[in-house]
Structure formats: C-alpha cells, structure tokens
C-alpha cells in the first residue's frame, strides 16, 4: 500500500518552485559581478595604457635629452614633416631630386625649398605640445642653400596672439648648421616694438628670403636646454590613477616646465625594422587559413563561427589598442583595420544567416533609444552647457555608428550568439566594443554598458538602425554636454593621449 505524499501547507512555496527562483536569483547576481569586475578591469586597462604611454614618451624625452636635444626636435623627410604640410609665401616644396612636393606630397625623401619670385618664404615647424623658450634657449638648426639668405624666426604665444619675431640674420648658404640663442635675439612685434621672448609658445615659424630659383634644403631642427642650465627632472607617475587622471596631472606638469620627465622607463633603443611586421603577418596568415578552412554557415562549425568572430575583431581592435591610430596612421597599422572589414564583408557576402533587417517591428524600435535618455541624464548631472557640432558632422557620425555597429551587431555578435551561449555572446561582443575606445577608461565602461543592452536586443529583433541611431544620439550628447569636463574627450587610440 503506497502512503500518501504530504499535502504541502498553502501558502508555502514548495521545493520545485524555490530552486527555479534561486538559479535565478543566482544566475542575477552572477551576471551583475561579471559586469562590475569587467568594468573594474577595463579602468584598469586604460590606466595601465595611458601610463605605458607617458612612460614610453618619458623614455624618449630622457633620450633626446641626453643626445643635447629635446623632444621638440624635427626631422625633415617629408610635407608632414611641416606644418599644413607645405611653405607659405614665394616658395614651393620639392624633393632631392628637384620633384614638386605639391603634386608628389607622399615623397619621402630629404626635402628642399625653392624660392620662386625672391620673396620670403615661411614655414611652420609642428608642436605637438607647448615648449618653454626660457628653459630650451638653444635652437639647433641644420641646413644648406644654393645662395646666401636672410633668416628669421616667429613664434606665437597663442594660436590666435600676434606673432613676435626675431632676425637671424643674413647667412651663406654654406654657413647653415648653427645654434641659436633665442634668449639673446632682438624679438619684436608686428609694429617693430621691442619685446622680450615670450616663454610658452603655440606656434613656431621660420622665415627666409633667397633670389629666385635659389634652393634651401632641410636636414634637421631642435630646441635644446642651456648648457649648464636647468636640466631634466625625473617625476614618477602617480599610483592608482585613472586614465583622464593621469593625463590630467601630465598636462598640468608639462604647463609648468619642458624639463619635467615621467616615470622611470629606461630610454627606448631602436626596434628592429621586423618587429613591426610581426603581427599584420601571422593576422594576414590567420586570415588566410580561416578563410579557406573554416565555413562558419555550418551551424554545427561552432569553431568555426568563434574563430571567424574573432578574426572579424582583432584587426579594428589592434590598430586601436596598439596606440595605431593617431594623425597619420601607416598604412601598415591600418591594414589591420581594412583586413578585418574586408574579412567582415566576406563573411557576409557568403553566410546569408548574417542578413539583418534596418528597421524591423517600428513598436520595439524605441527600446534601444533607453541609452539616450541615461546619457541625458548623465550630461544633466555632471555635463556643461552643450555646444553642438555641425548638422553635416551629426549625419557623418550617424553613418559611422551604422558601420561600428553592423561590424559589432550583425556580424561579430550574430557569429558568436551561434557558437555560444547568449549572455556569453553579449558580453564578448560588449568587451569588443569597449576595447575599440581604448584608452579612453571612462567613455570605455561606457561603451560596455550600453553594447551589452543593445546586442541582447539585436539578438532579439535583428535590426540595425534603431541601435545606430541609439549610438549616434549617445555620442553627440557625450560631444556636446560632458567632453572637456567629466569626459575627456571621445577621441581614442593615440588620439585620446594628445
């Protein structure tokens, strides 16, 4: 005779209705320190980034320093090596070999000037930052013309001050490896008056006048320290900083003096021409042997689909993470990028399980719009007041969050959702895109937060532009009301370190 089951008490949950609501409530707070320790260790990159960088442009100062230079020191290879790449006046860059640089200007060779009606010429030397003349006095200058020339030289304080000038003088064209004294020059301004040099400057000019068809040719140029003088000092970088500030305290440093050194990295030697050529090889290799081996539309192929994800993602994010981007990147670095994308499109044009839809179900459209109001929130408590950027700047940017994230959506995490499981996908997806605003630590977690919402509802819904408008909207919000406070910037790469 089988006993009878106790009657369980009403009211009471049973045992096969608490394990469900445990798992959950389990698997709730297994998701929530996931993404807490994620968004710990992305602030721990960018800081580990960004202090690498000032350590390494550390190394380089305590090298050109002990050379008798200084990082103000220019080489001249190329337009890029001159400010707007090009001469102001009458003059035109050419080449060694006499080739017009305005038609030419991706020669790379020892650059020249020719004086085309026997007027001055002027031309701008880059300064990626502001130096001090009173602590960097000695301006080396190294050059040869075909004849003898007046010299000058013109700095501004400001981009927008009146320049102050100074005359170096009229010499041969045999006579131009020299070093200059800016302390002792006779510096006017625009009416003639005299001035005394100014101390920071935004802007640095030479000046020339030679007869017409004369050539001046340019080796090299550099501010240096006096003799005897103030030299060099070593700070260490301050411990447990985020990346803004880090950057922060190295501007505020760097407004005081040119002198001042960060961190204690040993000065950089040269790196073997290889090294550099080592990863764009084995991705290049990769690319290869996936794109022949692997067929990620297999749906049992969940390798496969990993594999293809991945390699869709390394290149973007290398060439952001490895400080590639800057003002001009190398082709070499940026064939990174372009190999990826090329490598997404591929995919695309061959798995048609990777098709999505622009706009889908128009009532479910608006939930991806949850990360403009936050990030309206977020300028409302800590922004300043907006400063919009051009209409035409707007729609650029709308297409280029349609790309970022048809890259991230409709391929990377569409490959991964097929192999994985779904909360895995998002948040592999979601660590991808915060790894391409490396190093900027603060727009980073926020990048994570908000690819993890809008990937679970990609997933779900398979449209595209209510995200990219999401991204758009978010990041001109960011641009308007908190870059330059809070927010450093939206720059990234090497970009984000300027």
């Known amino acids: 005779?089988?006993?009878?089951?106790?009657?369980?008490?009403?009211?009471?949950?049973?045992?096969?209705?608490?394990?469900?609501?445990?798992?959950?409530?389990?698997?709730?707070?297994?998701?929530?320190?996931?993404?807490?320790?994620?968004?710990?260790l992305l602030g721990w990159l960018a800081s580990t980034t960004v202090g690498f960088a000032i350590a390494?442009?550390?190394?380089?100062?305590?090298?050109?320093?002990?050379?008798?230079?200084?990082?103000?020191?220019?080489t001249f290879r190329g337009p890029d090596d001159l400010v707007a790449s090009r001469v102001f006046g009458d003059g035109e860059l050419i080449d060694i070999a006499g080739r017009s640089l305005l038609s030419n200007p991706r020669l790379k060779s020892q650059i020249s000037i020719v004086s085309t009606a026997g007027g001055a010429i002027e031309f701008g030397l880059p300064l990626t930052r502001m130096p001090h003349l009173r602590e960097l006095p000695m301006f080396h200058f190294d050059a040869s013309a075909t004849a003898t020339g007046t010299?000058?030289?013109?700095?501004?304080?400001?981009?927008?001050?009146?320049?102050?000038?100074?005359?170096?003088?009229?010499?041969?064209?045999?006579?131009?490896?020299?070093?200059?004294?800016?302390?002792?020059?006779?510096?006017?301004?625009?009416?003639?008056?005299?001035?005394?040099?100014?101390?920071?400057?935004?802007?640095l000019r030479l000046s020339v006048t030679l007869p017409a068809r004369e050539i001046l040719t340019l080796n090299s140029a550099s501010l240096a320290p006096e003799p005897g003088g103030p030299q060099p000092s070593t700070v260490p970088l301050p411990a447990h900083a985020s990346a803004e500030d880090l950057l922060t305290w190295r501007?505020?440093?760097?407004?005081?003096?040119?002198?001042?050194?960060?961190?204690?990295?040993?000065?950089?030697?040269p790196a073997p021409p290889w090294r550099r050529w080592v990863i764009p090889i084995l991705y290049v290799l990769l690319f290869l042997v996936v794109s022949r081996r692997v067929r990620p539309e297999d749906p049992s192929d969940r390798l496969g689909a990993v594999l293809c994800a991945l390699l869709v993602l390394?290149?973007?994010?290398?060439?952001?993470?490895?400080?590639?981007?800057?003002?001009?990147?190398?082709?070499?670095?940026?064939?990174?990028?372009?190999?990826?994308?090329?490598?997404?499109?591929?995919?695309?044009?061959?798995?048609?399980?990777?098709?999505?839809?622009?706009?889908?179900d128009w009532r479910r459209a608006a939930w991806p719009l949850i990360a403009v109001v936050v990030t309206g929130l977020l300028a409302a408590s800590v922004g300043h007041a907006p400063v919009w950027p051009p209409v035409t700047r707007a729609l650029t940017y709308v297409a280029w969050a349609?790309?970022?994230?048809?890259?991230?959506?409709?391929?990377?995490?569409?490959?991964?959702?097929?192999?994985?499981?779904?909360?895995?996908?998002?948040?592999?997806?979601?660590?991808?895109?915060?790894?391409?605003?490396?190093?900027?630590?603060?727009?980073?977690?926020?990048?994570?937060?908000?690819?993890?919402?809008?990937?679970w509802w990609f997933l779900r819904h398979r449209a595209l532009l209510p995200v990219a408008v999401a991204h758009a909207a978010s990041a001109l919000l960011l641009?308007?009301?908190?870059?330059?406070g809070a927010l450093r910037s939206l720059e990234v790469s090497a970009r984000f370190l300027n």
Not at 160 to 182: C, E, I, K, Y
Not at 251 to 269: E, M, Q, T, W, Y
Not at 319 to 333: M, Q, R, V, Y
Not at 336 to 341: A, D, R, W
Request: contains cysteine; positive net charge.
């Open 251 to 269: 501007d505020a440093s760097r407004k005081h003096s040119s002198l001042v050194i960060f961190g204690n990295a040993p000065p950089l030697g």
């Open 402 to 455: 349609c790309f970022q994230q048809w890259l991230m959506l409709a391929v990377a995490c569409t490959l991964f959702d097929r192999a994985l499981p779904r909360p895995v996908a998002v948040l592999v997806t979601a660590l991808a895109f915060a790894l391409l605003h490396t190093p900027n630590g603060l727009l980073m977690q926020l990048c994570f937060l908000a690819e993890l919402g809008w990937a």
């Open 314 to 360: 390394a290149g973007p994010v290398w060439f952001i993470a490895s400080l590639a981007f800057s003002a001009h990147p190398t082709l070499l670095d940026s064939s990174m990028f372009l190999l990826g994308v090329a490598f997404a499109v591929r995919q695309v044009v061959s798995d048609r399980s990777l098709r999505f839809r622009w706009i889908g």
């Open 151 to 203: 010299y000058g030289i013109s700095v501004r304080e400001t981009l927008t001050s009146d320049p102050v000038v100074a005359s170096l003088g009229s010499l041969p064209g045999n006579g131009l490896v020299r070093t200059f004294r800016l302390d002792q020059l006779a510096w006017v301004d625009r009416h003639g008056q005299a001035v005394s040099m100014p101390d920071g400057i935004a802007m």
């Open 1 to 40: 005779m089988r006993m009878a089951r106790p009657q369980q008490p009403a009211g009471e949950p049973g045992p096969l209705r608490t394990w469900p609501a445990v798992a959950s409530a389990m698997a709730m707070a297994t998701a929530v320190a996931v993404v807490l320790v994620a968004l710990l």
């Open 479 to 484: 641009q308007a009301c908190v870059a330059g």
């Open 56 to 74: 390494r442009e550390g190394a380089q100062a305590r090298s050109a320093f002990a050379k008798g230079t200084s990082p103000w020191t220019w």
